[in-house]
């Protein structure tokens, strides 16, 4: 099966890059600042998906955490400086870049939608090494609603050019799956990710990007 695209959106977290030992490292650091155990790698995988509030909430309901609404915002700050420090442990899957650079030698228009913070999301790609590649970037505040509602993947292609049956999505969840869906586009999903998928919501389903380099 050979697909032609003039477009891919690429989700962040779990599909581009493994964060998980970021996610890991910095959450616990956030719960053993507040008097709480740390949470095991697995959980924290399966919070990840739905933006930074959505995630830091998750993991203070898993540890008991019961915050006035002072605490909370200085257990966020501290959730986003640990972060930030230990950025360094993200990871590009293979095939990532070369992937990347085959779209580009082809003209593809690439993109970039995350329901992280814009600016956080463009600080992680360019420690990656692949923040020139990507035309155009949606974040967590780039629009009204944020996926698994449509209108980030709208807006990439909106700022390309691309029509919505000539372009594919490509994430590691049902909240990719489904704006994904919305927003009438093929979507391609990366099993090695964070998240799952029910349902036969995905055009195409790979482990490796060099298989999804080989259709599209």
Known sequence: MQLSYEAVIFDLDGTLVDSLPSFHQAANAMLEGIGHKAVHADEIKSFVGNGQE??????LVRA??????EQLVSTTSAFEKAYDASQKLAKLYPGVEALLQTLRDNDTRIGLCTNRPFDRAFSIVKAVGISQFFDTVAGFETTPSPKPEPSPILYCLGAVGVRESSALFVGDSDVDAIASQRAGVDFAYHRKGFGELTGKRAKVQFDHFDELAALV
């Open 64 to 69: 008991g955490a019961n915050l006035t609404a």
């Open 54 to 59: 959505v995630f830091i909430a998750r993991c």
